[in-house]
């Protein structure tokens, strides 16, 4: 019971904070603002896709419809994301160090375990629901805008997906996403229990990503066998989702890999913030 009314607490401050609606705001106004570019850039590559597969197909709808529409804001904004998130997540220690509340924490009767678990928690339900109305944007509004329809993906050549199967993917692709995310969360938890300002949290957890990402995604032999164990080598793998057949074994692969970084990160995160001085 203490627990749920610290999840309800951390998740007052999180959305009585402006930084926790700039990605909501972002989105909303980038996303329609792309999906009304792409209703306006795609005719010529409607009318060559047409051209190529009419002979061999039967395209139900648009090619490039509203499931295409997602699929590639997806592709565009996952890089992006993160940086998002991290303003949340880095805040959520070392924000109450700038204010000095922790000292408050300090004079109840409150463990330290469940101070860090229901800052946890209520910075993983605010990474649920930006995942959610990311997806909702993207997906629902793009369907709402250019229709549904066969999905086209190139990928080894063309492969089309029925509206019905590509709904079911892009369902799986948002819940691989989100995991990606909650990683994402988990490290700015990290930065966020060492240092008493929002500001470096939001810098460690952006650069070590793009570290991580510039070292996985180098073809480069100098890498190769570190590649596979590093977690931003995952962080596209939603993509595999539209492929067919559907790579579990890679998938389940790396989400071994992006779940055993998320339990070294916050375990290392609350051994962390147990041995930290409350001083302020």
């Known amino acids: 019971m203490i ?27 980038i996303v329609p603002l792309i999906l009304w570019g792409y209703g306006m850039g795609t005719s010529h590559i409607q009318g060559e896709i047409e051209r190529n597969v009419s002979d061999m197909f039967f395209i ?12 590639f804001i997806m592709n565009f904004f996952w890089v992006h994301i993160p940086f998002l998130l991290a303003l949340v997540g880095g805040d959520i220690f070392a924000g109450e160090h700038a204010n000095g509340t922790f000292r408050i924490y300090a004079t109840r009767p ?54 019905s199967d590509a709904m079911r993917r892009f369902l799986i692709a948002y819940v691989f996403s989100f995991i990606n995310m909650v990683l994402v969360s988990a490290i700015a938890i990290f930065f966020s229990t060492m240092v008493r ?19 996985s995604t180098l073809p480069l032999d100098v890498f190769k ?26 998938l389940l692969r790396g989400l071994g890999i992006i779940v055993s970084n998320l339990i070294f990160f916050l375990g290392i995160a609350f051994i962390i913030f147990r041995r930290k001085d409350i001083l302020t």
């Open 3 to 29: 627990l749920l009314k610290l999840i309800q607490n951390e998740l007052f401050k999180i959305f009585s904070l402006i930084r926790s609606y700039i990605g909501i705001i972002l989105f909303t106004v």
């Open 60 to 71: 139900e709808g648009s090619p490039t419809n509203g499931f295409t529409a997602a699929y």
């Open 110 to 163: 409150i463990s330290r375990l469940s101070i860090f678990v229901s800052k946890t928690i209520a910075t993983m339900i605010y990474t649920l629901i930006f995942v959610l109305y990311f997806g909702l944007l993207t997906l629902g509004l793009g369907l709402i805008w250019h229709g549904g329809g066969d999905m086209l993906v190139f990928h080894d050549g063309i492969l089309i997906l029925e509206g």
């Open 197 to 215: 300002n929002a500001i470096g949290p939001v810098i460690g957890t952006m650069s070590l990503i793009i570290f991580f990402l510039m070292v």
């Open 225 to 250: 066998n570190v590649q596979p164990y590093l977690f931003t080598t995952y962080f596209s793998n939603w993509e595999l989702i539209f492929h067919d057949p559907i790579p579990w074994d890679e």
